[in-house]
């Protein structure tokens, strides 16, 4: 991913209109190829006894769960966080209780010893991985992310300044955003920044990577069970993380923008989920042209 990355700035045309423009590439480069990358892997995430017998538990309860709406999505839906509750609530294991503090801080990015840690959790959650896809695209979606903080930090804010207009476009982007999907109190815009950046930096390196592995032909394929199309498929994957009951009604303002407007900032910035929903020039999500990128050929 960090080569696909370098290669994405490489191709950034105001990284090389000069030779300062030649010489900041050239140090974005180098930052992205040095980074490390660190996971906490320890007895706990070794132990095949406890995981087999998490997962038998997790299995049990999820194929004997009869709650039913009639609706086949959302009986799967129900079920599985029905499923993973009672993991939860009727487990006193260590490692359980460490899985549910680390739910959300799954990965993070240190500019000080510019280094990626990843949490062993993270790499065993159900919803990282699906029997759709060969790869983890919800898992590589997480790491992009984490990766492009080493461009997008509030440690390195001259490096943001020179995004210029291209940071403009991402604020507004945003802003616009909120008012479009915002439940309630929404913040989204300058505030965010740091973030929003990686988001929509890390899902399209993500994106390229689906792409090459694939056909159109198996793009446009039906998935069983789910009556989308692959590539719409991969789309609910990788927005499914940020799956949450919003409460915006709060003042609970941090550098992060709300779950909602996370995914459908980034969606609406891609043409090519417009073309795989098949959106309307007057459909809030529609776009058919690349926009805000700060790196790549369309930058």
């Not at 007895?43 to 538990?57: A, E």
Request: net charge negative.
């Amino acid at each position: 991913m960090k080569s696909i990355m370098i290669k994405t700035v490489n191709e950034s045309k105001w990284l090389h209109s000069d030779d300062i423009s030649e010489f900041i590439n050239g140090k974005i480069r180098e930052r992205i190829e040095n980074i490390k990358i660190y996971q906490d892997f320890d007895h706990l995430d070794r132990n095949l006894t406890i995981l087999r017998k998490l997962n038998r538990d997790y299995t049990s309860f999820y194929f004997s769960n009869k709650r039913k709406t009639g609706v086949h999505k959302l009986d799967t839906f129900f079920r599985l966080t029905d499923a993973t509750l009672n993991l939860y609530e009727n487990s006193t294991n260590e490692y359980i209780l460490r899985v549910k503090y680390n739910f959300r801080l799954n990965a993070f990015y240190s500019p000080r010893s510019n280094s990626l840690v990843m949490f062993g959790p993270l790499l065993y959650r159900p919803a990282m991985s699906t029997e759709i896809f060969q790869e983890p695209y919800l898992l590589h979606s997480v790491i992009g992310h984490e990766l492009f903080h080493s461009l997008f930090v509030n440690d390195s804010p001259i490096l943001i300044d020179l995004y210029g207009h291209r940071r403009e476009c991402i604020e507004k982007h945003y802003e616009h955003t909120c008012s479009t999907f915002g439940m309630g109190y929404c913040w989204s815009g300058n505030f965010t920044i740091t973030e929003d950046g990686p988001d929509i930096e890390g899902l399209r390196v993500v994106y390229d990577s689906f792409v090459k592995l694939h056909t159109p032909e198996k793009m446009s394929e039906i998935v069983n069970d789910l009556g989308t199309t692959f590539e719409q498929a991969f789309f609910y994957f990788v927005s499914s993380y940020w799956c949450e009951d919003h409460d915006q009604t709060s003042f609970d303002e941090n550098e992060h923008s709300p779950g909602n407007i996370r995914v459908n900032g980034v969606m609406s910035l891609m043409p090519e989920f417009s073309r795989a929903f098949g959106c309307k020039a007057n459909d809030p999500m529609f776009t058919e042209e690349q926009k805000c990128n700060v790196f790549g050929e369309h930058s």
